[in-house]
């Protein structure tokens, strides 16, 4: 008697979209405490001209410094992008080691400070391609800092990047804009590309962000077709602050991203 049942091909494709459908529901529904927070450009302005920064460290980050070398591979001279860079001191160690630092920030408050923190000397020039915006550039270090809108940054205004370091990006921008943060950010990377990114896991029910939630499973969804995704430190991070958001746990990751091998 012949089966009359699906072909086992066919049986499995019908699975696997099961479970991607059942997975991307699982994933909606993790996002959703935050899915339409938005953070307009002027409240971060209003954050800078009011110092309340408390996301800003006064030190190199502990997890740059532990994964540098994995993030440099044996490389020297490498061109590191900083996406919505504030003045993070990790930029001048960087270009101190040899490096060459781009970083975005659209409040001048952040760029300015930064130079001026580091007591270095820079120049200012407007971007012909991107209306309103400036680059200032060290005069020291290879350091160039673009002030405007990062979505309005792209390959053609300062080429492509070796590394990339996102301690505070990806989970400042708003939850709605990140397949766009995504493609801008792959956009950005060369064939061998090291990009260090650090996310936060923790109850988005219990804090509406900045800074965002950001589970490893969106991580797949937004870079994995195009990029391998490792997992290089997962450690506890709840502190008096995050206490005060509300936040009874808080997990900080740190994931080496690089490019598929064609």
Same mark, same amino acid.
Request: hydrophobic share 40%; charged share 25%.
């Given at each position: !008697?012949?089966?009359?049942?699906?072909?086992?091909?066919?049986?499995?494709?019908?699975?696997?979209?099961?479970?991607?459908?059942?997975?991307?529901?699982?994933?909606?529904?993790?996002?959703?405490?935050?899915?339409?927070?938005? !953070?307009? /450009?002027?409240?971060?302005? %209003?954050?800078?001209?009011?110092?309340?920064?408390? &996301?800003?460290?006064?030190?190199?980050?502990?997890?740059?410094?532990?994964?540098?070398?994995?993030?440099?591979?044996?490389?020297?001279?490498?061109?590191?992008? &900083?996406?919505?860079?504030?003045?993070?001191?990790?930029?001048?160690?960087?270009?101190?080691?040899?490096?060459?630092?781009?970083?975005?920030?659209? +409040?001048?408050?952040?760029?300015?400070?930064? &130079?001026?923190?580091?007591?270095?000397?820079?120049? %200012? %020039?407007?971007?012909?391609?991107?209306?309103?915006?400036?680059?200032?550039?060290?005069?020291?270090?290879?350091?160039?800092?673009?002030?405007?809108?990062?979505?309005?940054?792209?390959?053609?205004?300062?080429?492509?990047?070796?590394?990339?370091?996102?301690?505070?990006?990806?989970?400042?921008?708003?939850?709605?804009?990140?397949?766009?943060?995504?493609?801008?950010?792959?956009? /950005?990377?060369?064939?061998? +590309?090291?990009?260090?990114?650090?996310?936060?896991?923790?109850?988005? %029910? /219990?804090?509406?962000?900045?800074?965002?939630?950001?589970?490893?499973?969106?991580?797949?969804?937004?870079?994995?077709?195009?990029?391998?995704?490792?997992? /290089?430190?997962?450690?506890?991070?709840?502190?008096?602050?995050?206490?005060?958001?509300?936040?009874?746990?808080?997990?900080?990751?740190?994931?080496?991203?690089?490019?598929?091998?064609?």
């Amino acid at each position: !008697m012949r089966d009359s049942g699906f072909p086992l091909k066919v049986l499995r494709l019908v699975l696997c979209q099961a479970a991607a459908s059942c997975g991307q529901a699982n994933l909606t529904s993790m996002l959703a405490p935050q899915a339409d927070r938005v !953070m307009a /450009l002027g409240e971060w302005e %209003e954050r800078w001209q009011e110092d309340r920064i408390g &996301f800003h460290q006064h030190h190199v980050h502990k997890m740059l410094e532990s994964h540098i070398d994995k993030v440099l591979a044996g490389r020297t001279g490498v061109r590191f992008f &900083f996406p919505l860079c504030g003045k993070a001191v990790d930029m001048k160690w960087l270009a101190d080691m040899g490096h060459s630092v781009v970083g975005v920030e659209i +409040c001048e408050k952040a760029i300015k400070q930064f &130079f001026e923190e580091n007591n270095m000397t820079y120049s %200012e %020039e407007p971007v012909p391609a991107i209306p309103g915006a400036k680059v200032y550039k060290g005069s020291e270090r290879n350091i160039s800092l673009y002030q405007c809108d990062l979505y309005s940054f792209s390959s053609s205004i300062a080429g492509q990047f070796g590394a990339i370091w996102d301690r505070g990006s990806l989970v400042a921008i708003n939850p709605r804009d990140r397949e766009k943060y995504a493609a801008l950010i792959i956009s /950005l990377m060369t064939k061998d +590309c090291r990009y260090l990114l650090d996310t936060m896991l923790y109850n988005p %029910e /219990l804090y509406q962000g900045p800074p965002f939630f950001v589970p490893d499973e969106q991580l797949s969804s937004l870079f994995g077709n195009s990029c391998d995704i490792k997992l /290089l430190h997962s450690v506890g991070a709840l502190t008096d602050r995050q206490r005060g958001w509300g936040l009874d746990d808080l997990t900080e990751n740190i994931h080496l991203i690089i490019p598929k091998s064609i």
